[in-house]
């Protein structure tokens, strides 16, 4: 069973930082389209970031929605097969579980991506 699974949550005030992980034993992340989700309370699931593979269409290429741009930074580390959410600057709209997705193509959609973490929780206490 392919796994892939989040660390780093953890609860910080606004204006703090966290760093999310995401990593997988049997994906090798270069080759996929990576993704980070998130999903506050009562609330649908958002995409966050996306990072194309290496190969692929938009050639590693990292897109992030607007209400992050500027202050969340996604990075891939190939030779320890771990992808990274650097959130800084963070809010309370912020607050929610926070999510890795693999995929063959990438993009904003859920429905693109194949599997799934199981989520960590991100709080940022006002």
């Known amino acids: 069973q392919v796994q892939v699974a989040e660390s780093g949550g953890g609860l910080v005030q606004a204006g703090g930082s966290l760093r999310l992980s995401c990593q997988s034993s049997a994906l090798t992340f270069e080759y996929y389209a990576v993704g980070w989700f998130r999903q506050a309370v009562e609330k649908e699931r958002e995409g966050v970031s996306w990072?194309?593979?290496?190969?692929?269409?938009?050639?590693?290429?990292?897109y992030y929605a607007d209400s992050v741009k500027g202050r969340f930074t996604m990075s891939r580390d190939s030779p320890q097969n771990t992808v990274y959410l650097q959130m800084d600057n963070l809010q309370p709209e912020d607050t929610a579980i926070y999510s890795c997705a693999v995929g063959p193509w990438g993009g904003f959609n859920q429905d693109e991506y194949n599997y799934w973490g199981q989520g960590t929780q991100v709080t940022v206490s006002s």
């Open positions: 990072m194309d593979s290496t190969g692929g269409t938009h050639n590693g290429t990292t």
